[in-house]
């Protein structure tokens, strides 16, 4: 056992006596291997296998054949299809970000001001569905929509809002309500956590100094919540731009996203190749706005919070 | 800090209503007499719970789901207690990288995991078997357990440790006397909440799954594809019941806020 045989590594931090598990040298790549070796095995041997296999040829007859061609990348950049289908999916995901962000930040903070118990209650309330099967929230959205009958058009109807029930089944409407509902509690939560940083003693000085409820909203909560909604949005637009259970029940077999379609052509269509393209293609396309959203965050914010 | 007006209060109870609409829709529908989708009005029935027991699929689903969940994540958190103890304690070349890397399944979207498993495994012979299922759940719920168990290990005291040694106890004593149970309650956590992830999962799952080694989500979702109708309001709602006392329990054991934001509030 070479992480024992380190136990009297003389390289030890002075003062202490140097342990097997704290010491120096090889034994932090031991600790990790096996962990290191699943991840370089099932993880970056399969992506690197998606990448190749997006370059690969497709033939309803043939099957894959594993030669170079940019074939599925030009198809899926140029082909209107596939541009319509990516604009649709960050359309879609782009109005999710907005709805939780207009409407969690709010509740985010109106459950910072809640007192024990209530605070800890409704945090579980609103954070919890977060662990609930997203097929079975998603389930209930389809229930609620129901055609024309559904609970939703009822009551939107009763209150006067509308006066012929509108399509929600189907439909990018539909697709925006249930993801902004299945995915509000992470913009809750990154809002939440940007408050436990906030130092209520600046709001009651504000008051102090007679600022008005609206004024110390605008001034001072939302100034120092901001990163925090951002960082919320760029995890929402990510997780919505992706999402694939949702909107394969609420769109159905036609109306289709990103992560749909590559699933359709996976394991309907057979054409692994394009469906790998697509793929890709999503995963470079978030990788790049969330990278990019981040450093944007962190540059205008870098003199507030440096 | 000041208190939330009427208007605030009205906002969160709307708010509140919005997110548990669809989820209590779901249970209500699931106790339906009818035979059709319908909410129970006069009449509560139990008779879309016994259909389930006619359905073997959803069954043996659970059971596997159940399992798959438990041992993939078992074998999440073993990896990752030494990982995370070399992460916490070790200043070494490639440490944020090999960080990144293991918590890399949260950021690569899950469809794309999902591709990725189903081209790998279906090359090496892995193709819809539940090895591969294990395999695929342990590296997306590893970031799951690595959080909580880098979590304790970041604040175990290293005094205590180097008691135990200045008192005579060896290398495997101070590690399964001392470090151990120190960090037991984040293992305990880490392993639920991973195992709560594992069982829901349903975006990769359903690329990799076969007919015979489908999950419980991914046979849900395969049902509501075809028709909607009460049986899978009612396999819905057990879910819900049974993630609902998982989640009250690791409220009670660990408290949430800790567990999704990383630390508490309250001083729990």
């Not at chain 2, 997110?19 to 007499?33: E, Q, S």
């Amino acid at each position: 056992m070479s992480i024992i045989a380190q136990r009297h590594d003389p390289s030890g931090p002075p003062g202490h006596l140097p342990t097997a598990w704290g010491g120096k040298g090889l034994a932090p790549y031991l600790l990790s291997l096996p962990a290191l070796l699943l991840f370089a095995v099932v993880v970056i041997v399969p992506l690197g296998m998606t990448v190749l296999l997006s370059f690969h040829d497709w033939g309803q007859y043939k099957g894959i054949e594993p030669v170079f061609i940019l074939k599925n990348w030009r198809e899926v950049l140029t082909d209107s299809y596939y541009l319509e289908m990516f604009w649709r999916t960050f359309r879609i995901a782009l109005f999710v970000t907005v709805l939780t962000a207009l409407f969690g930040a709010p509740e985010a903070y109106i459950l910072n001001r809640m007192k024990s118990p209530w605070r800890g209650i409704f945090l579980l309330v609103i954070l919890g569905p977060l662990l609930i099967s997203v097929v079975a929230r998603t389930l209930g959205w389809a229930l609620l929509f129901g055609g024309n009958s559904g609970l939703v058009n009822k009551a939107l109807t009763s209150m006067g809002l509308i006066s012929a029930p509108l399509p929600f089944m189907f439909t990018e409407t539909g697709m925006v309500v249930a993801l902004a509902h299945v995915l509000m509690p992470y913009m809750v939560l990154a809002v939440w956590a940007a408050l436990q940083r906030l130092d209520p003693q600046i709001e009651n000085a504000a008051v102090a100094l007679g600022a008005g409820q609206f004024t110390v909203l605008r001034r001072i909560v939302l100034p120092q919540v901001m990163p925090g909604i951002l960082s919320g949005a760029i995890i929402v637009f990510a997780l919505a731009a992706s999402a694939f259970a949702t909107p394969a029940i609420i769109g159905g077999r036609r109306l289709k996203v990103a992560a749909t379609l590559a699933y359709d052509e996976f394991l309907n269509t057979l054409n692994w190749p394009l469906g790998a393209a697509v793929a890709v293609l999503l995963l470079v396309a978030l990788v790049v706005i969330a990278v990019g959203a981040s450093r944007l965050v962190e540059r205008r914010y870098a003199q507030v919070f440096g | 800090m000041r208190r939330n007006g009427t208007l605030a209060l009205c906002y969160h109870t709307l708010f509140t209503a919005f997110m548990l609409a669809p989820i209590l829709v779901v249970c209500f529908v699931a106790f339906t007499p009818e035979g059709y989708l319908s909410f129970p009005t006069d009449r509560w029935s139990l008779r879309w719970f016994y259909a389930i027991g006619r359905y073997p699929e959803f069954i043996s689903a659970f059971w596997r789901s159940l399992l798959l969940g438990a041992l993939s994540s078992a074998v999440a958190v073993a990896i990752s207690v030494p990982a995370a103890l070399a992460i916490a304690r070790h200043r070494f070349r490639g440490r944020e990288a090999m960080t990144t890397l293991f918590m890399s399944p949260l950021m690569i979207p899950h469809v794309v995991l999902g591709i990725a498993f189903l081209r790998f495994f279906t090359e090496v012979g892995l193709g819809g078997t539940f090895v591969g299922l294990v395999l695929a759940h342990i590296v997306i719920v590893l970031p799951f357990a690595l959080r909580l168990t880098l979590a304790s290990a970041v604040g175990l005291d290293r005094a205590i440790e180097h008691a135990a040694m200045s008192l005579g106890a060896s290398e495997w004593t101070v590690l399964k006397r001392v470090t151990l149970p120190l960090v037991l309650p984040g293992l305990v956590s880490g392993w639920a909440l991973a195992f709560i992830n594992s069982f829901d999962e349903v975006t990769m799952t359903v690329f990799i799954a076969a007919p015979g080694t489908e999950t419980l989500p991914v046979r849900m979702f395969l049902y509501i594809q075809d028709n909607i109708d009460p049986l899978v309001t009612s396999v819905s709602a057990c879910v819900i019941a049974v993630t609902v006392l998982a989640l009250v329990a690791l409220d009670r054991a660990y408290g949430l806020e800790r567990l999704l934001v990383g630390r508490g509030a309250d001083g729990r």
